[in-house]
């Protein structure tokens, strides 16, 4: 009974056990039937150019299907792996019925649309890699029930909206990476829950506020990267804890304050910290010393001070070091002592320390670097000194920047022997000598840049074997003799040649058609010649094509009607003469096109370019007719026309002479009769106003008269330094030659224009000796305060090595020229009766030693008499000379107009812009017509960056690339611009158009205002 009994117990466990198995395998059957449709919809929504979903289909078992792979054990999907097979299209929401998958991997395609909140079932996700595509939307925030997720990457997206929701509960979470989406909001204190954490990389988004102090709790963290987002605040202290953190990289934020003194005790294992473009302050931490593993240190564009005091001899694995627009350094002969530490790091390879504060000599200790250094970026600093012959030790050295500094000495041929040079920058130095030979060693070579320094000599031929040169640059030296064909054997040169402002002659070789991918050629303000040659047009990729302030000749060839891509065009002050080819209406880009001061003539065009005034500039040429009617041109005559009315003329001129010299001859009596009478009383009052001083006594002050004493030259005499007095008080002697004609006049004028009147700009007067000499001969002399920095020529157009060209700045020139403006506003306005100087110019304007200017010089002045007909005693305008300088007096006085408060604006105005300018009115460039007021107006308003002086254009670069630094950038073009248009409205041709003086001195101390205002 009981076997019976077991017996069925036995068969009725056996089917139980058959019949669940059945129903099992069928269940399994099923589930595997799930994920093969969930495949086959995810398959319809791709686009699939390279077929790799091809084998998904009914005839092979999923699990062998590219990029699917199954659990051994339940034959289900686990894994989905297409990186990188070029597919696009969306991604299914079914893929959330393949619910053992455990794996995602979709990167490197290009999926687009959003990531399917279906992704949010699959709770035994491990890793999901959907990197470099383009999903947009959110991250669904259901994605929080992935509570296994180890792995998140989703980089290089569009993807929106905030992350917190997102990761708090991914506790098991290792590797986070988020970087360039457009993710906002803030991170909240919950991040320090992720305890796990190993990667977290959130750069190149959208969020804000301050990173959270929890972030020292990601205890295994080892790669931080919080760089391009708008972090604010202080970077946490907390992050000192973080022992395990490798790599931090932290730029482009506002992250401010000080970095913390920490980051170098606390965090031993840190191999990269970089921290760049951030409003970071204070001193680098000494405690970086400690970071004995760091190979990569980047803190440039920031706000840090002071002197590097970092130990880097304790680093010897850094090979990344930039500092660079920083306000490191405090200009003194110990700010690189440091490079000699860096000699020990064997693995260097790059150092940046452009646009700081660094001061002394170049360190030669620079040359014992380590050999693998490939870059040396020290540009926009004030280092002294010289270039090390030993440079050469440097052998793979792709890029020297030395820009922008106070280097001396002369570029060493052993430069020649860095055969792996790429770019060379020495512009904005004071080097001079030659352009050495060896420089055609560096056939590597892209870019030159030698300009504003001081180089003398020829462009060397050998320069035409750096067959890689896409840029060279050398303006603004003392460069002579003629371009050597070489150059232009370098097909390569396609984005810069420059060559402007040097002393280069000639003719322009006919090679220059090699150049046919130059960009830009600038060979204005030299001295070639002869006519442009008609290969120029096989450069048709020209866009700037440069040439002014030369002496080309001849006629604009037609064949330039093949530079299409050309957009500005400048043959200003040349002697090109014929008429204005038609051609030039058809250059389809052209933008600007300044013909001005040459010898055209005929007909001007009136299409393309020439049909807006504003963009062409024909001034100078005085035979051309019709164009625009804005241009105010005469219409263009026929010939008969043309002889009546130079037939008129012939008779209507000689009828104003006569009635001229009738009128001035009536002057000059009148005057004559008060000559004498004025002579007297001016001696009287001379000695009334002023103590006399012996002849002895100026001779024993001046070590009679030593030539090492003489300091300056006037129109009447020569000017000595002298010690008066048993006080030995510094003084200036200025000594009249009385055999010089005028001589006697100056002397009294200057007397009598300084006896009553006093200003803190004006120069003063000591005392004055009217005597004889040891050889009984008359001697006059006036002594004024001595004036320690000389006079403004001095600084403008130095003639020795005592100052340096560029060393007033631009708040110094403002300062100066506004109380120059003063001082002239006060002779005319507030003196009784009104005062002339008649002579204004930067050497008569003298700079005590807190650069104060003194106007000096008074000998030309004159007083303004209130009646229409009554002149000073001596007379204020003559028929047979012209009184004051040339270059500085007003166009009238050359025809014997009256001297006048007008011709002081016009003397002010010429003064002005050549102190912005650096160009004497009586430059060479100034000829045919051209004169520095037309110069100026021509730059006004988009051109007035390229006339100004070049080491205010330096100025304006600055340390930095900030926004706001952009701005200022902005405001001082702004301010230049203001300035150089007040000079041309003082040296007006028409007196009647000129300023007056009041309103200069208002309209530039405004232009201060506004200047300070930014810097503050």
Known sequence: MLNSISISSLAISLWCISLFLLNSHSCFADSNETDRLALLAIKSQLQDPLGVTKSWNNSINLCQWTGVTCGHRHQRVTELDLESQNIGGFLSPYIGNLSFLRVINLANNRFHGQIPKEVGRLFRLET???????????????????????????????????????????????????????????????????SALQTFDIAGNKLDGRIPDSLGQLR????????????????????????????????????????????????????????????????????????????????????????????????????????????????TS????????????????????VFNRFGGALPHSIANLSTTMTLI?????????????????????????????????????????????????LVGNNIRGIIPDSIGNLTLLNILQLGFNKLQGSIPSYLGKCQNLMQFSAPNNQLNGTLPPQIFGITTLSKLLDLSENHLSGSIPLEVGNLKSLVQLDISRNHFSNEIPVTLSACTTLQYLLMQGNSFNGSIPQSLNALKSIKELDLS????????????????????????????????????????ETRISLTGNEQLCGGLGELHLPACHSVGRRKETITLLKVVIPVIGLVLILLMCFIVVYTRRTKLAHKLSSALLMEQQFPIVSYAELSKATKEFSSSNRIGKGSFGFVYKGNLGEGGMSVAVKVMNLDKKGATKSFVAECEALRNIRHRNLIKIITICSSIDIKGADFKAIVYEYMQCGSLEDWLHPTNDKLEVGKLNLIQRLNIVIEVASVIEYLHNHCQPPIVHGDLKPSNVLLDHDMVAHVSDFGLARFLSHHPF??????????????????????????????????????????????????????NMFNDGLTLHGYAKMALPKKVMGIVDPSLLMEARGPSSTRSHENEIIRIEECLVAVVRTGVACSMESPSERMQMTEVVTKLSAVREIFIGNKV
């Open 870 to 923: 009554l002149v000073a005693p001596e007379g204020q305008s003559s028929s047979i000379g012209m009184k004051g300088t040339i270059g500085y007096i007003g166009p009238e006085y050359g025809m014997g107009g009256d001297l006048s408060m007008t011709g002081d604006v016009y003397s002010f105005g010429i003064l002005l812009l050549e102190m912005f300018t650096r160009r004497r009115p009586t430059d």
């Open 377 to 425: 970026a020290m540009a926009g600093n004030q280092i002294s000194g010289t270039i090390p012959p030993e440079i050469r030790n440097l052998f793979n050295l792709n890029g020297l920047g030395l820009e922008y500094n106070q280097l001396t000495g002369t570029i060493p041929p052993a430069i020649g022997e860095l055969r792996n040079l790429q770019y060379l920058g």
């Open 334 to 353: 110990t700010d690189l002592d440091f490079i000699t530490l860096l000699t020990n790091c064997s693995k260097l390879v790059k150092l940046g320390l």
């Open 573 to 612: 002050c040349n002697n090109l003469s014929g008429q204005i080819p038609i051609h030039l209406e058809d250059l389809p880009f052209l933008e600007y096109l300044n013909l001005s001061y040459n010898h055209f003539e005929g007909e001007v065009p009136k299409k393309g370019v020439f049909s807006n």
């Open 220 to 331: 295994n963290l080892n790669y931080l990267g919080t760089s391009e987002n708008d972090f604010s605040g202080m970077l946490p202290l907390s992050v000192c804890n973080i022992s395990s953190l490798d790599e931090a990289y932290l730029f482009k934020n506002r992250f401010k304050g000080s970095l913390p003194v920490c980051l170098g005790f606390n965090l031993p294992k840190l191999t990269v910290l970089v921290v760049a473009q951030n409003n970071l302050t204070g001193f680098l931490p000494q405690s970086l010393s400690n970071a004995s593993k760091l190979e990569w240190l980047e803190l440039n564009e920031n706000h840090f001070s002071g002197q590097v005091r970092i130990n880097f001899y304790s680093l010897p694995n850094l090979s990344k070091l930039y500092l660079g627009r920083n306000n490191l350094g405090t200009r």
């Open 128 to 194: 999901i890699v959907l990197s470099n595509n383009s999903f947009s939307g959110k991250i669904p925030t259901n994605l929080s029930r992935c509570f296994n997720l180890i792995d998140f990457w989703v980089h290089t997206n569009n993807l929106v909206g905030e992350i917190q929701a997102i990761i708090g509960n991914w506790l098991k979470l290792e590797r986070l990476s988020l970087y360039d989406n457009q993710l906002t909001g803030q991170l909240r204190p919950s991040i320090g829950n992720l």
